[in-house]
């Protein structure tokens, strides 16, 4: 029998076939390929965010390898003087000599690591993570003061314990904070000059942060963090009188503090006149004194410090710098402040050479944190400031601290891949 038959028109005829209705078939083919559809439009759509994330990019190039290498420099040469430094307290309050040096070891391992995890992550994560940042900074400012959580000594609360770690969130805070304000302002844009939508803010916010770190209490970190912010406002775009306000509402706040506190106006009146007092309030600074003055040009030789035989308190922690002094020598001494002047040209090289106002604030906060810690801890010790609890980075011991500044190394490196060079 033919497939095809003529008609009496002479035109093939072909079998109907019978077909599916199109509202039956369209239930037919969603009820077994939408799945796979939404999971490729959705796989589209995340490659299209990524694409337009990395197209907003300049071209990736080579970091900053001499900033890196003289950060590495620097905790090397931590590790070697916390090893002498520390030897006489390990000895006398855990039996062995090397305690503080292993755990600072152990920080410097777990520093590293998340200092290539915050250089992998390119720079305009870190926007999109400025608020979340803050906010888990802000919960943990809050917990040191929840009891079991908390952990108080000498009359501070701030650490919180986690098992065997001790986490301090003002050390957290000095880089979340820097975030997030880079963050903030870097949308702002003009809108930073405004009084109300500006200013107001600004203050409200670091004034948030400035309490809760005060109730810890722990005045020498608020100023830190609340220099820096002003540093980053100033770098945004804030205008002359703003800054006069901020500064003067900064310097009414820290003489209230100093007044309301006996051992802060103490410490105010030895740097005034540090010989008034060898004992009491001004033991410290002169005992640093001693070191830095004993050291010569050329030092007593690694390990032979006196000071450290439990006459200079804090040896390994906010004085080592007097020990530094005291064993190596003025020389030697003054190679380690190049090496931090290095460090902060070429942090600010990056910021001035950054690709968006965000990398600019977040670069120029970062390189803003570390020398004004640096300059703080070496001029206290020389008496240059009033002596406070805050650690040489890189070199003083203390977990907390070595890790989120190098996490805050990592990010800076990171932006250095996308710097402006010139062709």
Request: a positive charge.
């Amino acid at each position: 029998m033919a497939l095809f038959s003529r008609r009496k028109t002479g035109r093939p005829y072909r079998r109907k076939v019978r077909r599916v209705p199109t509202s039956r078939r369209r239930v037919a083919t969603s009820r077994y390929t939408r799945p796979a559809r939404q999971a490729g439009r959705r796989k589209q759509r995340q490659t299209k965010r990524k694409e337009a994330l990395l197209s907003k990019l300049p071209l990736v190039h080579k970091p900053d390898y001499l900033l890196a290498l003289a950060v590495f420099i620097l905790v090397i040469f931590g590790l070697v003087m916390i090893s002498s430094a520390s030897v006489v307290g390990s000895y006398e309050l855990f039996g062995h000599n090397n305690y503080y040096l292993k755990h600072q070891a152990v920080s410097v391992v777990i520093g590293i690591i998340i200092w290539i995890i915050a250089f992998a992550i390119p720079f305009p994560i870190w926007r999109k993570l400025a608020y979340p940042l803050l906010f888990v900074t802000l919960l943990l400012l809050i917990g040191v003061f929840v009891p079991g959580i908390g952990y108080e000594y000498g009359g501070a609360k701030r650490w919180i314990v986690l098992g065997p770690l001790f986490l301090q969130p003002a050390e957290i805070c000095k880089l979340t904070i820097i975030i997030y304000l880079a963050s903030w302002l870097a949308k702002k844009g003009r809108g930073v000059k405004d009084f109300v939508y500006g200013f107001v803010p600004f203050v409200i916010t670091v004034g948030v942060i400035a309490f809760l770190i005060m109730k810890q209490p722990d005045m020498s970190t608020m100023s830190i963090i609340a220099a820096t912010a002003l540093a980053i406002f100033f770098i945004a775009g804030a205008s002359i009188p703003q800054m006069i306000l901020g500064l003067s509402f900064g310097g009414v706040l820290i003489w209230f503090l100093i007044k309301s506190a006996p051992y802060r106006l103490s410490r105010l009146m030895i740097f005034l006149n540090p010989g008034s007092q060898t004992e009491g309030a001004g033991y410290h600074v002169n005992q640093a004194l001693l070191a830095i003055g004993s050291g010569g040009l050329l030092g007593l030789g690694f390990g032979h410090s006196r000071q450290k035989y439990n006459y200079l308190p804090e040896v390994s922690g906010d004085s080592i710098f007097a020990v530094v002094a005291e064993e190596l020598g003025f020389l030697r001494s003054v190679f380690i402040v190049l090496l931090f002047a290095f460090i902060i040209y070429r942090g600010f090289k990056i910021a001035y050479n950054a690709p968006d106002p965000f990398s600019r604030l977040l670069a120029a906060g970062i390189t803003t944190w570390i020398s004004l810690q640096a300059l703080v801890n070496i001029g206290s010790m020389v008496g240059l400031f009033p002596l406070t609890g805050i650690p040489l980075p890189f070199i003083s011991y203390g977990g907390s601290s070595l890790i989120v500044t190098l996490a805050g190394v990592g990010i800076l490196l990171g932006i250095s891949r996308y710097t402006k060079q010139k062709s």
